[in-house]
């Protein structure tokens, strides 16, 4: 599986910002796809995550109400809608794909075996 987010960039205090996530290869097996962040010199903090298919949700506390993670099965594609965002927003969001099948939405990055290259989302006050 290869995954390729995109759709980062420099906003204001407060605009949205929508990121997707493309999924390509073997996306048959996949059980479920997460958003992350991560700042320089801290670790991954996990944002959402979304089942293939039946749709569940998972939220981090920090983004449940200003975040939305939806997923497109047609079009192999997994968004990430980001509302009232602040300067803590910034940071290099990344998406990743989990293989394993299971009842729930894991929120650790090691429960994800494919990661695309993040992109950067600068929130300027």
């Known amino acids: 599986v290869q995954l390729q987010a995109s759709g980062g960039g420099l906003v204001q205090v407060g605009d949205s910002l929508r990121l997707s996530c493309a999924a390509s290869g073997r996306t048959f097996g996949i059980h479920s796809v997460g958003w992350f962040r991560q700042v320089s010199g801290k670790e991954r903090e996990f944002l959402a995550a979304i089942r293939w298919s039946g749709g569940y949700t998972a939220y981090a506390d920090s983004v449940r109400g200003r975040f939305t993670i939806a997923r497109d099965n047609t079009k192999n594609l997994v968004s990430l809608q980001m509302d009232s965002l602040k300067p803590e927003d910034t940071a290099v969001y990344s998406c990743?794909?989990?293989?394993?099948?299971?009842?729930?939405?894991?929120?650790?990055?090691?429960?994800?075996?494919?990661w695309g290259k993040g992109t950067l989302v600068t929130v300027s006050s």
């Open positions: 990743a794909s989990r293989q394993a099948p299971g009842p729930t939405l894991s929120r650790a990055s090691y429960g994800y075996s494919y």
